[in-house]
C-alpha cells in the first residue's frame, strides 16, 4: 500500500500561484510513476502532469502547458507541482496519483493509477 497526502491547495488570484505537494510513504517511491489529476465541479477528472519514477519525463495537458511543473524528490518521497499564471478554470480539486512503474515514461491513462491522495482544492479566483 502506498498512501498518499497532498498539501498546498487554497485560494489564489488570477494570475498568482501556488506550489501543490504530495508526500507518499508505504513503499519504495522510486518506484513509481506519478501523476497529479484535478476534477472540476460537475466534471470529470481529467490528467493535468505526470512524470516518471526517475523524473527524466514529464507529461503536461495542453491545458497547462507552459504554466505548471512537475518534479519530484526521491529521497523526500514528494512529488509537486508548481502552478503559475492561474486561471479561473484552473479551480478544481487536486489528486496525486501512483502508479507502480519503472518505465520511461509515465503512463497517462487513470486506470493505471492505483493509489490516489484526498485531493486538495485550488480556487482561483477571477
Known amino acids: 500500500q502506498v498512501q498518499l497526502v497532498e498539501s498546498g491547495g487554497g485560494l489564489v488570484q488570477a494570475g498568482g500561484s501556488l506550489r501543490l505537494s504530495c508526500a507518499a510513504s508505504g513503499r519504495t517511491f522510486s518506484n513509481y510513476a506519478m501523476a497529479w489529476f484535478r476534477q472540476a465541479p460537475g466534471k470529470e477528472r481529467d490528467l493535468v502532469a505526470a512524470i516518471s519514477w526517475s523524473g527524466g519525463t514529464q507529461y503536461y495537458a495542453n491545458s497547462v502547458k507552459g504554466r505548471f511543473t512537475i518534479s519530484r524528490d526521491n529521497a523526500k518521497n514528494t512529488v509537486y507541482l508548481q502552478m503559475n499564471s492561474l486561471k479561473a478554470e484552473d479551480t478544481a480539486v487536486y489528486y496525486c496519483?501512483?502508479?507502480?512503474?519503472?518505465?520511461?515514461?509515465?503512463?497517462?491513462?487513470?486506470?493505471?493509477?492505483?493509489?490516489w491522495g484526498q485531493g486538495t482544492q485550488v480556487t482561483v479566483s477571477s
Open positions: 496519483a501512483a502508479d507502480y512503474s519503472r518505465v520511461v515514461t509515465a503512463r497517462l491513462a487513470e486506470r493505471k493509477y492505483d493509489y
